[in-house]
């Protein structure tokens, strides 16, 4: 029989042993964390809020760290970035944010300010054993549902693969609640379950609840805000041995006795036989003549609309590059590389493309080859929409483009110098301008529409709704105009007329429950809107009163995707938030197809005829859409 030296069994019974005893050293850490989430500074009370549990964060001297899950300011602006960032600088232990919606869908800069003042907008650390990773899901400038970007899914799985040991517990916080207000839930639950998930701690719903997401264990946490009681309060978190405690802590206040415990375990995911819900796409079989003709995918969210140049789509992502895809087979013809982000939709003449980016600048590019032609820099991020119209009198083109500053910009479009400025706005640009006759109608997030004048940038008028609130501007929907009146659709729930010359309003109803999706025809017979639940409806703009021409229900349910509605050669196009699309008839609102082309957003289509489109979504991706009658 063969010996083994002494020596040898001992390092050989340390190499069995060591992962166990590791493994135990790992979920025997005690130590104790502050959770805060939805903050809302900028909110009534957000900022006292906050201020009061950083003072009770300093006074207690056994906690390690703080979270804080995401909605930390009211409207994501750099004001309030900087507000709570000043409020937070306070705490004498370390902290770890992510954003939330509210950080997202209102910001200013298309939240990558909230990267600019807070270094990253996700993160990854180790403390006690256990491995604490964050990411959130928007939605970026949107109303919809949370989406999981593909740049963080891809950054999640990455992390992933990476850790040591492989079998290190998991505490994964985000924003919100990760089942179906996530339209892509499953893109990082399934990941996370492949490994030793622990424990999602989630905001976004106010109040502390127990949960579970497809069986892992969930904590949905209590907001900071006061609400209706006299003080706010937030979490105290406790890991011991296997145990994981929350207790409230109300400001000013002491920390009272447990509501929630959740048992710290290594979960064998593979074994649950439960099926799970996952999106549903068998509407395309009742269409089997629409296909996606090409897919080209980014990798990145993309926030804005593709635009056409010749035979050339254009869109740009979240990477700041602008792709130039050609139309037969989606292959790139040309990119072109911005300093930040492009969230917005190109405008294109001949062959210039103006487009918008998050690092402050305007772009004029050469549609042939990509290069650029000029650069207007301006002080902070835009995320505006421009477009392109002539001067009147026989004038030369110029480029239309709001910004973040609270300004609206006429540019020459050949040399990209500023023919006027309009300074006159208390809050930012995110829409697309509509040019209608001598006039540039447009709306801001500071309640208010603005009409110029095309020319000189004067104020001609503007308008606001009988609703106060900042969240309730019509600055996402793109105006449309026709027999004289401009039409708008706003998140009041508000359809309203308002005749172009004066501003003057001509009628307004909330009958039809709609919030920002608006379109008109080439021959400006019809406006076309999508009500909130299942229906869209046709108007006439001529007559002073609402004249709906049509109304039909399309069975979509609840939506809320603030893209507009696109119509070409009698075909009317919008796409979902749930990524399903429809076509109807716009003379008499029949459904002529529907297609699902993912679960996200997504954004205002382009139509190239009454049987083709071109679509980009959230999850990154350029589509061509094509309908082949059977």
């Given at each position: 029989m063969r010996k083994i030296a002494p020596g040898f069994a001992a390092r050989r019974f340390v190499w069995l042993v060591l992962p166990l005893l590791l493994a135990a050293r790992l979920l025997a850490a005690d130590f104790q964390f502050a959770w805060l989430t939805d903050t809302h500074v900028g909110s009534a009370t957000g900022a006292e809020d906050l201020r009061a549990a950083v003072r009770d964060i300093n006074a207690m001297t056994n906690l390690s760290f703080v979270v804080l899950s995401g909605d930390v300011t009211e409207y994501g602006s750099l004001e309030q970035f900087q507000?709570?960032?000043?409020?937070?600088?306070?705490?004498?232990?370390?902290?770890?944010?992510?954003?939330?919606?509210?950080?997202?869908?209102?910001?200013?800069?298309?939240?990558?300010?909230?990267?600019?003042?807070?270094?990253?907008?996700?993160?990854?650390?180790?403390?006690?054993?256990?491995?604490?990773?964050?990411?959130?899901?928007?939605?970026?400038?949107?109303?919809?549902?949370?989406?999981?970007?593909?740049?963080?899914?891809?950054?999640?799985?990455?992390?992933?693969?990476?850790?040591?040991?492989?079998?290190?517990?998991?505490?994964?916080?985000?924003?919100?609640?990760?089942?179906?207000?996530?339209?892509?839930?499953?893109?990082?639950?399934?990941?996370?379950?492949?490994?030793?998930?622990?424990?999602?701690?989630?905001?976004?719903?106010?109040?502390?609840?127990?949960?579970?997401?497809?069986?892992?264990?969930?904590?949905?946490?209590?907001?900071?805000?006061?609400?209706?009681?006299?003080?706010?309060?937030?979490?105290?978190?406790?890991?011991?041995?296997?145990?994981?405690?929350?207790?409230?802590?109300?400001?000013?206040?002491?920390?009272?006795?447990?509501?929630?415990?959740?048992?710290?375990?290594?979960?064998?995911?593979?074994?649950?036989?439960?099926?799970?819900?996952?999106?549903?796409?068998?509407?395309?079989?009742?269409?089997?003549?629409?296909?996606?003709?090409?897919?080209?995918?980014?990798?990145?969210?993309?926030?804005?609309?593709?635009?056409?140049?010749?035979?050339?789509?254009?869109?740009?992502?979240?990477?700041?590059?602008?792709?130039?895809?050609?139309?037969?087979?989606?292959?790139?013809?040309?990119?072109?590389?911005?300093?930040?982000?492009?969230?917005?939709?190109?405008?294109?003449?001949?062959?210039?493309?103006?487009?918008?980016?998050?690092?402050?600048?305007?772009?004029?590019?050469?549609?042939?080859?990509?290069?650029?032609?000029?650069?207007?820099?301006?002080?902070?991020?835009i995320i505006a929409s421009p477009a392109i119209a002539r001067l009147p009198g026989g004038g030369g083109e110029i480029a239309l483009v709001g910004s973040s500053e609270g300004k609206m910009r006429a540019l020459d479009l050949r040399a990209g110098k500023l023919v006027w400025e309009f300074a006159g706005l208390s809050g930012f640009v995110e829409t697309r301008p509509l040019v209608y006759e001598d006039l540039v109608v447009f709306g801001a997030w500071d309640q208010h529409l603005y009409a110029l004048d095309l020319k000189t940038g004067a104020l001609r008028w503007k308008w606001r709704g009988d609703k106060p609130g900042t969240l309730l501007s019509p600055a996402a929907c793109w105006p449309v105009a026709a027999d004289g009146k401009v039409f708008i659709v706003a998140p009041d729930r508000q359809m309203t007329c308002l005749r172009a010359a004066t501003g003057q309003q001509v009628w307004r109803t909330g009958e039809y429950v709609v919030r920002e999706s608006i379109g008109l025809d080439s021959n400006h017979r019809r406006f076309f809107v999508r009500a909130m639940n299942d229906f869209f409806y046709a108007f006439d703009p001529a007559p002073d009163a609402p004249a709906r021409l049509w109304a039909t229900n399309a069975g979509f349910g609840y939506d809320i995707n603030s893209a507009m509605l696109a119509e070409k050669d009698g075909t009317v196009f919008y796409g979902t938030k749930n990524g399903l699309l429809f076509a109807l008839d716009a003379a008499t609102g029949a459904v002529r197809w529907q297609h699902k082309q993912g679960e996200c957003i997504v954004n205002t289509v382009l139509p190239l005829s009454a049987d083709r489109l071109v679509t980009t979504d959230f999850d990154g991706r350029i589509k061509l859409i094509a309908n082949f009658p059977q």
């Open positions: 507000l709570a960032k000043g409020i937070l600088d306070g705490l004498k232990i370390p902290i770890h944010v992510i954003p939330g919606n509210h950080d997202a869908k209102w910001s200013e800069s298309g939240a990558t300010d909230f990267a600019r003042v807070w270094g990253a907008d996700r993160f990854s650390f180790e403390f006690g054993g256990y491995r604490f990773i964050g990411i959130h899901q928007g939605p970026i400038m949107k109303m919809g549902d949370g989406h999981w970007a593909p740049e963080d899914v891809r950054w999640l799985e990455k992390l992933l693969a990476g850790l040591r040991p492989a079998n290190q517990p998991i505490v994964f916080v985000t924003h919100y609640p990760v089942d179906n207000s996530i339209d892509n839930w499953y893109a990082a639950l399934d990941l996370l379950k492949k490994y030793n998930l622990q424990v999602i701690l989630c905001g976004h719903g106010h109040n502390n609840h127990q949960l579970r997401f497809e069986g892992a264990p969930g904590v949905m946490g209590r907001s900071n805000l006061r609400a209706r009681e006299a003080v706010g309060g937030f979490n105290v978190v406790e890991i011991s041995g296997n145990q994981m405690t929350f207790r409230v802590h109300p400001h000013g206040g002491e920390t009272q006795a447990p509501w929630n415990q959740v048992t710290l375990e290594r979960h064998d995911f593979a074994a649950d036989t439960n099926r799970y819900p996952r999106p549903d796409f068998s509407v395309n079989d009742r269409y089997p003549g629409v296909r996606e003709v090409w897919t080209f995918n980014t990798g990145w969210t993309i926030a804005g609309s593709p635009a056409l140049a010749g035979e050339r789509v254009l869109a740009g992502d979240g990477a700041g590059k602008v792709y130039a895809l050609n139309l037969r087979d989606g292959k790139p013809a040309w990119t072109f590389q911005a300093g930040n982000a492009v969230y917005s939709t190109p405008a294109v003449s001949g062959k210039l493309a103006v487009i918008t980016s998050a690092d402050g600048g305007i772009y004029g590019l050469d549609t042939g080859r990509g290069k650029q032609q000029w650069r207007y820099a301006t002080s902070r991020p």
